[in-house]
Structure formats: C-alpha cells, structure tokens
C-alpha cells in the first residue's frame, strides 16, 4: 500500500490507513503470545502428570494424579480453608461457651449488678455485696399490730434496732448479710423512729424509718423510709377514717387570703383546690396538723363555697378526698384574727400562712409580748397582724 503522508505545517501527518494497519498489528503481536503463554502452561501441566497409552487412549497411573491434584489444591486454596475454619470455631465457641450471668438487686433505690457464681450444675450461689452502712429493706405494719423489719449489714454481724432512741433488739446476720427483725408484742398507736445500728464495725444507718401506727385499723398505718434526698412509702395506708382527713378552721382575711387548717395522716401532703381552682398543698406533721394559706383574692362573704381537700401518698397518688361545703366567712381584720397554737406548730410556720412570708415571725412574736420566738406553747392562742 502506498504511503499517504501529507505535509501539515512543516510536519507528518500519518494517515488514517496506516494507523488502522498498526492498531491490526498490535492485535496479532498480543494475541501470539497469548497463545504462545498457554501453550507453555499446557506443556507444563501434562509434564507433571504421568500417563500410559492403551489402545490409542491415555490411562491414569493408579494414585499418581489423585494425589498431586490434592496437593495443589492445598497449595492453592490454603488461605481460604484456613479461613473458614477460624470462622467456624468463632460460632460454635458463641454457640455453645456460657459466661456467668448477673442478677441485678435494688438496695436503697440504687440497683446493683451481682454476678452469680456456677456451684454445680442447676444450683446458683449469689455472692453478697458488702454494704458500708446498715441500710433497711423493708418494714411494715402486720394485721396484728406488730412490726417486720428485715435489712442488710455486713455478713455474720450483730445489728440493733433501734426505735426513738432506744435498742430494742439486736440481730446476727447471715452468710449474705441479710437479717429480720418480727417481735411478736404489739405497739402502741403512735409515731415512731426506727434506725439501725451495726456492731464491729460500729456503724449507724444513714436512713431512718418514720411509723405511724393507727388506733383504728392497721390498714390506716404509715411505714417511710427517709433519706438525705427524701422520703419514699414502704407502706401506704389502704383504709382512710373520716377522722383522718378533716378540715377543722378557714380564715379568710381582709387581705384577700384565706388560711386552712385541719388534721390529716402524718407526713402526708394534702392539696386544696377552692370551686376546683388549685390554690396549693402543704405537709403534714407528725401530730397530724396541716395548715395552708393561698391569696384567692376576692370572694363574698356568705356565699357558699366548695373546698376539696385530697390526701396523697409517698408517689404522689390521691388516696382519700373530702369535698367542704362551706359559708364565706366575713373578713377578719387586724384586731379580729386570732390562731390556736397546735402541738408542732412554729411561728415561721404559723406567719407564712397568715402573712405569706416566714421572715415576719417576729411581727407575731411582737403583738403577743412573746420574749422567746422558739418557745410557743399548744392551745396558746396568738393574735395575728394582717396589715
């Protein structure tokens, strides 16, 4: 073929045909040694594998190719067995190794992990967690009137119970700490104070339990547990008595206040709504006295209003509701307002109700000579300044 190179600008350009016949070219040259590299590994291949020939066909010498491909397929293909088996061992040891379980226990609302140690097969053995402090489980009030107190202290250890100040028991504990303390006497209706106390170390609770026994039903009693961060009910009380929730006095002042005072379980909150108009709660002490004021504005004296009174538990829940149908009182003024003092009450207390703010104690303590603010007496009847 003629060569039909043409002069652009002073240089060659190749033509099209030539450039076809090269890339033709480089095809051949790569496809000859393409053939010529199998032909190679062909040869090589059938070297290593030793034949007869009967009759014009190739028979296989007994265990010779058998063998050899075995061996190359180990040679190749070692990395991906080696593999395989890695992962399979990996499942079967998940599958089938067991770790220890934990079995989580709540002491004093934090929960505790605790591992389970494996004794013999079907059987569990939990080791106990060594407390720095007595801490109390539980405590409650039984039908009879009796108390069941069961908590923890360092294992093989002499624990007291201590109730208002004095040792009434003293108890060993077992091998995980654990002890229970179920007199079989009654007590008495009343408020009491337990606490714990434990021996060698010498170490006293933290915590301490509020009880309050009812002169009418068990099922009336109160069983707290209170701590640094506050009280939590171990025992709530089931069966309410008119008598434990009443409203005894409403003042209503020219101040546009209105102060209630009544009688309800101890330790308790009450909340007061007035014609369904939330105006506020308060906590009863342990003498069962609560008293509450709230700024409702003004109302008309000889109307007739709806005090709804609600009782509620250590979580918050209503567990008893009076509804007061009532007559507005006229408003008393600064020389017609008048307080009995109630076994627990204080004049901080007492001046936050009638005066909105605590610090005015000092204006009650004033009009009724009182010499020593700290020092009221029950059934000690105080004037109030309004204005």
């Not at 379980?101 to 605790?114: F, Q």
């Not at 079907?122 to 108390?147: H, L, Q, W």
């Not at 610090?359 to 700290?374: C, D, H, K, Q, T």
Request: charged residues 20%; positive net charge.
């Amino acid at each position: 073929m003629a060569n039909n190179n043409t002069a652009v600008m002073g240089k060659t350009k190749r033509s099209t045909d030539n450039m076809i016949e090269d890339a033709i070219a480089q095809q051949d040259n790569w496809l000859a040694r393409r053939r010529s590299f199998t032909r190679r590994f062909l040869r090589a291949r059938n070297s290593n594998n030793t034949t007869t020939v009967v009759e014009n066909k190739p028979v296989q010498q007994p265990g010779t190719h058998d063998e050899d491909n075995n061996k190359s397929v180990l040679r190749e293909y070692w990395f991906p067995i080696l593999c395989a088996l890695f992962v399979l061992f990996v499942a079967i040891w998940i599958l089938f190794a067991r770790t220890a379980p934990e079995r989580i226990i709540v002491l004093n609302n934090v929960a505790k992990s605790v591992p389970v140690q494996t004794v013999a097969k079907g059987t569990v053995k939990e080791i106990p967690v060594p407390v720095d402090v007595p801490t109390f489980d539980i405590v409650r009030i039984t039908p009879e009137g009796s108390i069941v107190v069961g908590g923890r202290w360092q294992p093989n250890k002499n624990i007291s119970v201590i109730i208002n100040n004095k040792v009434v028991a003293t108890e060993l504990t077992d091998e995980n700490g654990e002890f229970v303390y179920a007199p079989k006497n009654k007590l008495q209706p009343g408020n009491y104070t337990l606490s714990l106390a434990g021996n060698k170390p010498n170490k006293k609770s933290d915590n301490k339990v509020f009880l309050y026994v009812s002169d009418a039903d068990y099922r009336n009693s109160i069983s707290l547990l209170m701590t640094p961060n506050g009280s939590k009910i171990l025992q709530s009380p089931s069966v309410i008595q008119d008598s434990d929730l009443v409203v005894s006095k409403i003042d209503y002042l020219d101040t546009g206040r209105i102060v209630v005072t009544g009688n309800a379980l101890p330790r308790l909150r009450v909340s007061l709504s007035l014609n369904d108009k939330y105006i506020g709660f308060a906590r009863v002490s342990d003498y069962k006295n609560f008293g509450l004021g709230a700024d409702v504005g003004e109302l008309k004296p000889g109307a007739e209003y709806n005090l709804t009174v609600r009782l509620h538990d250590g979580e918050g829940k209503t567990i008893a509701t009076v509804n007061h149908n009532f007559i507005m009182p006229e408003m008393t003024g600064d020389n017609d307002t008048f307080y009995t003092v109630r076994r627990g009450d204080c004049l901080w207390i007492i001046a936050r109700n009638f005066l909105r703010r605590g610090v005015l104690f000092s204006m009650i303590a004033e009009r009724n000579n009182i010499e020593n603010p700290n020092l009221i007496f029950p059934k000690q009847l105080l004037q109030i300044p309004t204005k």
